[in-house]
Each structure stands twice: as structure tokens, then as C-alpha cells.
């Protein structure tokens, strides 16, 4: 039976043999708050979620939350689709921007767990039927992460337009990837890809360019990032990958970046420089704007993709 989604705060879950575990949050959009996964041995905390002391209504870096219907800014909140034009609520007051979607804190149903001896399974959903003036479109989301030692974690994300008229979508997770030391010392490399010209409130001015810095892995030293990246072309997987400075072990984020699946990326360095946000999505910032991405999807219509993390040896 599925769970209601106000009596569920955070569930552990890990398969019965092999060391791996993950923490999620129903209750705040399905947030990973902490992935453990074992290599020759050895338990691996690869995210810095949001420790079990820790409230998650005050964390302002929406760590591991969903980024739906649109990922990143968009641009004052104002856009127009098909002739008309919306305001969505305005979260970042900065800049003025409303960012991240509108399901980071909304309480998930949880409407599966299964656990075996090498896997753990758990799906949840949510039905946006709201009828809010900025995005008035009805949809259903879900959400199934999947954990095992061999291949690590996974996520599958679904949205199906549940109204009858065509919807504006975009589709981001929000992680930041734990890289103990600092992640001075690590190395990073990226896939072929571009990266998008900001104005001074982070929105893309339209320019791009092909971005070489890590073609081949490259230590990240002291460099600040804080941008969008674009994937020039289809491909069924990409992945971007992070080697220990002891070259003991590599920290590889892939996603699926077909045809409207995950094409783009942002790349943010906190302050603290102790991890770094690795954050998939399948449009560019503020698309809803610009276009550059954003999946029209008609009624009935699907949108599937994956992405996940791994550990792996460096030699």
C-alpha cells in the first residue's frame, strides 16, 4: 500500500549484502540526503546531503532536490508559451529569479520499497494538480532510485502530462558530490560540451562556446565554477568523472543525454570548496525563455531519463 506522504520523513534503505545504503526524504521532494557506496571493502560517502541533525526547510542549497517543471532560473520568473504569459513565485531574491521548480519541498507518495539481497528499490510520486498561475499545468511525477554494489545508484525520473493541453518542461536533480579533502586536489574530467555565457545575473546571453579546460583530467586547484554547459551533440550516456588525489578510486557521474534527456549540465563550487554540484538537466537556464532545450510535451505524453552514480577503481 502506498505510504502518505506526511507520515514519512526519511527512509533508509540498502540491499541485504554488499555495504551500500541511501537516504531519501519523501516528505521533501524525494531528496537523497545521503549515498554510501562500497568499493574494494571500503563504505564511501559520495554525497553531502542533509545530515540526520540537520532541518531540511533550512537548507538554502536545495541539495539533492528535484528541479521540476524547470531546472536553474528562469529569468525574473516571466515567460511566454503559446501567446501567454506567467509569473512564477520569485525564490531568489537576489537576483529576482525564480529557480530550482516547484517540487523540491513538496511531500512525495511512497508507492514501492523493495528490498533484496543486492538491490534496494524505492519509487515515489506526486501529482501536481494544483491550478497556480504561474504554471498551470497538471502533471504526475515519479521518481525510482535504485541501489546495488556492483553499479551503484540509480535514478529514473517520469513525467506525464496529465492535462489536456501541452506543457513547458524542463527536468534537473540538484547534488553535490562529497570529495573528501577538498576537491583542490581532485581531478575532473567533462564530455565533449560547451559552455554558455552569462549576464551579471546569471542568465545566458545567447553566446556559447566550446569549453577545453577538462577534455582530460585536469586538477580542479582553484578554480570557482558557477555555469551551464551545453552537450553539442546526442549520446546515449556521458558522464563526467572525479579521480581521488590519491588515484585510489574515481567518482563517476553519468546521465543519459539522448534526444530531450539530460543535453546540459551546471557545474557550481561552494564557498566551502569541500564538494561540488553536479547537476543534469535536459534544457539550458532559463529555456522557458530562450527555448535552447525545452520539451514541449504534448498531453498524455511521456518524459523518461536516467542518471546515477558510481564508484571505480583508477586502475
Request: charged share 15%.
Given at each position: 500500500m502506498p505510504v502518505r506522504p506526511s507520515s514519512v520523513d526519511r527512509i533508509s534503505l540498502s540491499p541485504k549484502t554488499g555495504g551500500a545504503s541511501m537516504v531519501v526524504a519523501p516528505a521533501w521532494g524525494g531528496r537523497v540526503c545521503d549515498l554510501l557506496l562500497p568499493m574494494n571493502g571500503i563504505r564511501h560517502s559520495v554525497l553531502d546531503g542533509v545530515a540526520d541533525e540537520e532541518v531540511i526547510q533550512d537548507d538554502r542549497r536545495y541539495k539533492s532536490a528535484p528541479l521540476i517543471p524547470f531546472p536553474n532560473r528562469v529569468n525574473g520568473g516571466r515567460y511566454v508559451f503559446e501567446g501567454k504569459t506567467y509569473q512564477l513565485p520569485i525564490n531568489e531574491?537576489?537576483?529576482?529569479?525564480?529557480?530550482?521548480?516547484?517540487l523540491y519541498n513538496r511531500p512525495m507518495m511512497v508507492e514501492n520499497v523493495q528490498i533484496t539481497d543486492q538491490t534496494a528499490?524505492?519509487?515515489?510520486?506526486?501529482?501536481?494538480?494544483?491550478?497556480?498561475s504561474g504554471y498551470p499545468f497538471p502533471f504526475e511525477f515519479t521518481v525510482?532510485?535504485?541501489?546495488?554494489?556492483?553499479?551503484?545508484?540509480?535514478?529514473?525520473?517520469?513525467?506525464?502530462?496529465?492535462?489536456?493541453?501541452?506543457?513547458?518542461?524542463?527536468?534537473?536533480?540538484?547534488?553535490?558530490?562529497?570529495?573528501?579533502?577538498?576537491?583542490?586536489?581532485?581531478?575532473?574530467?567533462l564530455p565533449d560540451c560547451q559552455i554558455y555565457e552569462l549576464d551579471?545575473?546569471?542568465i545566458p546571453t545567447g553566446a556559447k562556446q566550446d569549453y577545453v579546460a577538462?577534455?582530460?583530467?585536469?586538477?580542479?586547484?582553484?578554480?570557482?565554477?558557477?555555469?551551464?554547459?551545453?552537450?553539442?551533440?546526442?549520446?546515449?550516456?556521458?558522464?563526467?568523472?572525479?579521480?581521488?588525489?590519491?588515484?585510489d578510486r574515481q567518482v563517476v557521474f553519468w546521465m543519459e543525454s539522448g534526444v530531450n534527456q539530460y543535453r546540459y549540465f551546471q557545474l557550481f563550487t561552494p564557498p566551502d570548496r569541500l564538494s561540488i554540484a553536479v547537476e543534469p538537466m535536459s534544457c539550458c537556464c532559463d529555456a522557458v525563455n530562450?527555448?535552447?532545450?525545452?520539451?514541449?510535451?504534448?498531453?498524455?505524453?511521456?518524459?523518461?531519463?536516467?542518471y546515477g552514480l558510481q564508484l571505480r577503481p583508477t586502475f
Open positions: 531574491t537576489r537576483h529576482g529569479h525564480a529557480i530550482h521548480g516547484l528499490q524505492l519509487r515515489l510520486t506526486y501529482a501536481y494538480d494544483e491550478v497556480m525510482t532510485y535504485w541501489l546495488c554494489e556492483q553499479d551503484g545508484f540509480r535514478c529514473a525520473t517520469q513525467i506525464r502530462n496529465t492535462g489536456s493541453t501541452a506543457m513547458p518542461l524542463g527536468v534537473g536533480w540538484h547534488p553535490y558530490l562529497s570529495l573528501p579533502g577538498g576537491i583542490a586536489d581532485w581531478t575532473m574530467q551579471d545575473v546569471s577538462f577534455v582530460v583530467p585536469t586538477r580542479l586547484a582553484a578554480i570557482h565554477l558557477n555555469d551551464c554547459f551545453g552537450l553539442p551533440s546526442a549520446a546515449s550516456r556521458s558522464e563526467i568523472v572525479f579521480t581521488s588525489p590519491a588515484r530562450n527555448h535552447d532545450g525545452l520539451i514541449r510535451l504534448e498531453s498524455g505524453d511521456i518524459f523518461t531519463a536516467s
